[in-house]
Each structure stands twice: as structure tokens, then as C-alpha cells.
């Protein structure tokens, strides 16, 4: 689900940020405008591709017939379209302004095809793949992650290629379309730059991340903030094992049993000392928002990092997601089980799934042996599910900086 209105704020504001720059000898200003007849029809436009797209139920490794889908209707705009390298049933694709053979760098705007599953449809209004358009909201699995910003990048692609009769871009822009990224990726971006990170002549990648929201700015509430993500966090899946063998039934329970220790060890872990961790991106972060919010408040922001403020910050960071998140290693019970039986036996093994997610200077070698010692359970042994490689921040340059001149360079007229 999503709203029209912030999917149009936010197409807007998607096609300023794709205006990206050269510093070339005889660039001129460049910004892509519609007139207000075109503007109307493309949005009409956008509101029924997205309605379209959601009604394909492209769980991971089943994007194939989505992903057909949309390269069929990107190379019916006059896009050129590059197959990748793709395993059966997934599907990769790139969708470009001139032809990957042409010598110019791309700036890749990337989205994700897949959703995760909606197996439990009662509290949906619509159903989940139903793409249905009621009023000023669009229902579906996948809307707000991630075929939106998907169908937000292609408008704005579209947007400059309506120029390129007149105007010769510096560089190649191009929506880089990728299956697999809700189980980790393995079959779509993994892949893709395994096989074909050349072939991509990259320059820059705008992908998932950031949000626009209202209410962070307590002096002006109403006034969005958009958010823009430098980093990423390294995602670690644990699986949590422990097997006790004790008498079996529930009524007359042993003194100890694997249910019971597991819960004490989790019990352990969800009431752990939070660790701050104020590295080089979240503390430019904190003093871009303390610049924004101005007065007492906003100079604390500023220099959260400062020890003298812990004291006052950590009950705000506690109970806020968000800014836990930004600063601390999370860690997510997402499943409890145990062996098949019936209610009354008590199973003689416990697992639990943790979804850990790792600040960047964090290495998961040594965050797994602090886990250890927070469980405090000897009998628990812990195995990786997934992780993701350790992601270094994205360098402060042209493309990381909010709106700097060089950006405003972007093309050369036709002669």
C-alpha cells in the first residue's frame, strides 16, 4: 500500500535526483521539465503500470514472468534493454537511455521485483495482489517495497529521454531491475556483479533506502525530511540451537528443559545493555538534523555522540526504532520451534532464528562471541544463516552530497 500523493511528491522529487552531473568542458544547465499535458498523462501512466506490476505475485525465485513484464513495456517506451545473468524462475535486467556498448559511464537507479509472501490475507482491505486503486491509495504486496521506487525510477528515466532528441547526456542512465533481494540477494545483485559488474560500467547506484518523513523536526513538524542512505548495514541471520534430553511430559515437567533455557537465554538477550555506536556516517546524520532543527535542541543533536549526553539520550533512543537502529547492533527473535509432537510432550529441542543487523565497523566474528556470552548457555549452539558481505560507506563525493554545483552540469546541447 502507498499513497498517491507522497508517490507523486516523491516522482518529483526522484526526477530532480536523477539530473546527476559531469564536469565536462562545454556542459549547460540541464533539467528535464513536462509540460503540464505530458506531466498528466505520465502520471496517469505511473498509477497504472504500478497497478499492473503489483498484481504479479513475484515471490523470490518466481520473478521471471514480472520481469518480463516490465522489460517488455521498458522496451516498448524505446528503452534498450540488456538481459543479465539470471538462474531459472528469477530474472535480471537492465533498461538503459543509450546502449551499454556506447563508452559512457551509467548512473543506475536500482529496485528489487520480488515480495515476500502474504500468506495471511484477512487483514488486507484488498487482496494482496490485487493492485486495486481506491481513492488516493494503491493496494498491494510490494508497493511500498519495492515495485513504488521502481515505477518512480522508470518515470524519471522516461522523463529524460524525452529530451535526448535535443540534448546529449554525458552520461548513460539506467534502471537496473533485480530479483532475489528479500532472501539475500544471492540470485540478483550477487549475481549480477559476480558475472557482469564490467558490462555494467557503473558510476554511481541509487538504490532502496531513505524515506521522506514528518515529525522529526520538532520547531517544524509538518516539514518532510528526506532521508539518504550512505551505508549499509550488514544483515546476519542466526540460527540458535539447543537440544536437552529430560522427561517428556508437560504434566510433571522436568527442572530443566530445552524450552525453558532457551527462553531464559533469550530473556538474557532482550534485556542487554544497548552499545552506542556513533560512527562517520550517523554522526553527519545527527549534524545535518541538529542543523535543521536549530536552538538547544538541535545542538544536542549535533553532538549526540558527546558522552556528557548518554545519560539523557538513551531512554529517547530506547524506545524510538528508528534511532536505535542508526546507532546500536539490532538483534530480532523472528522464530521460535520445535521437533513435531503432541501438545502435552515436551520437546527435547528449542531453535531460535535471530535477525542481527550490524552497525559498520562491526565484524560478525566477534559480535557472534559477544552473543555468546549475553546467552550465557553453554548447551546453545549458533550457526550463520546468511550474511552479507561488510559494506564500506559510500565516500563523501558529488553524488553523496546534498545538491552540489558540480550536479548542475549535466549535458551537452546537440550540434
Known amino acids: 500500500m502507498t499513497q498517491l500523493m507522497r508517490f507523486l511528491a516523491a516522482l518529483a522529487l526522484f526526477q530532480l535526483l536523477s539530473v546527476v552531473s559531469a564536469l565536462a568542458q562545454d556542459a549547460v544547465l540541464f533539467s528535464p521539465e513536462l509540460p503540464p499535458t505530458s506531466a498528466a498523462v505520465r502520471k496517469a501512466e505511473a498509477i497504472s503500470l504500478l497497478s499492473d506490476y503489483l498484481q504479479y505475485p513475484s515471490l523470490s525465485g518466481e520473478e521471471d514472468r514480472v520481469g518480463q513484464f516490465l522489460a517488455d513495456y521498458c522496451k ?20 538503459t537511455l543509450y546502449p551499454l556498448e556506447v563508452d559512457k559511464p551509467v548512473i543506475w537507479l536500482q529496485h528489487h521485483m520480488d515480495v515476500v509472501p502474504a500468506a495471511e490475507t484477512e ?52 534502471l537496473l531491475c533485480v530479483s532475489n533481494e528479500e532472501v539475500g540477494g544471492l540470485l540478483g ?8 559488474l564490467t558490462d555494467l560500467k557503473p558510476l554511481v547506484v541509487f538504490g532502496e533506502g531513505g524515506a521522506g518523513l514528518t515529525g522529526v523536526l520538532s520547531r517544524k513538524p509538518d516539514k518532510p525530511v528526506f532521508g539518504i542512505s550512505v551505508a549499509e548495514k550488514t544483515v546476519l541471520w542466526l540460527k540458535l ?3 536437552l534430553n529430560s522427561y517428556g511430559h508437560g504434566a510433571a515437567p522436568a527442572p530443566e528443559y530445552a524450552n525453558k533455557l532457551m527462553i531464559h537465554a533469550l530473556s538474557r538477550l532482550e534485556g542487554r545493555k544497548l552499545d552506542f555506536e556513533f560512527n562517520r556516517v550517523n554522526k553527519r546524520m545527527f549534524r545535518r538534523m541538529g542543523r535543521a532543527e536549530g536552538g538547544i535542541r538541535g545542538f544536542v543533536i549535533s ?3 558527546w558522552a556528557i549526553f548518554r545519560p539523557f539520550i538513551k531512554g529517547t533512543i530506547q524506545r524510538d ?20 509432537g503432541p501438545h502435552n510432550q515436551i520437546s527435547s529441542t528449542a531453535t531460535a532464528y535471530l535477525d542481527c543487523r550490524l552497525q559498520p565497523n562491526t565484524a560478525p566474528k566477534a559480535f557472534i562471541r559477544k552473543l555468546e556470552r549475553l546467552l550465557d548457555q553453554p548447551r546453545i549452539s549458533i550457526s550463520v544463516v546468511n550474511q552479507t558481505p561488510q559494506a564500506r560507506p559510500s565516500p563523501t563525493n558529488d553524488f553523496t552530497m546534498p545538491w552540489p554545483k558540480p550536479f548542475r552540469k549535466t549535458c551537452r546541447p546537440l550540434r
Open 321 to 340: 526504532p528508528m534511532l536505535q537502529a542508526l546507532t546500536t547492533n539490532t538483534v530480532t527473535v523472528t522464530k521460535l520451534e520445535n521437533s513435531p
Open 189 to 196: 545483485s550477487r549475481l549480477v556483479i559476480d558475472k557482469a
Open 76 to 95: 516498448a517506451q524505446g528503452l534498450h534493454i540488456t538481459q543479465l545473468p539470471s538462474e531459472e524462475g528469477s530474472m535480471n535486467f537492465a533498461a
Open 123 to 174: 487483514g488486507w482491505r484488498h487482496p494482496p495482489f490485487s493492485g486495486r486503486v481506491a481513492l488516493d491509495t494503491i493496494w498491494g504486496r510490494g508497493a511500498l517495497d519495492n515495485k513504488g521506487m521502481g515505477v518512480m525510477q522508470l518515470m524519471a528515466l522516461l522523463n529524460l529521454k524525452e529530451s535526448l532528441d535535443t540534448t546529449e547526456l554525458v552520461y548513460n542512465v539506467g
Open 241 to 243: 540451537d539447543l537440544q
Open 303 to 305: 553532538h549526540l555522540n
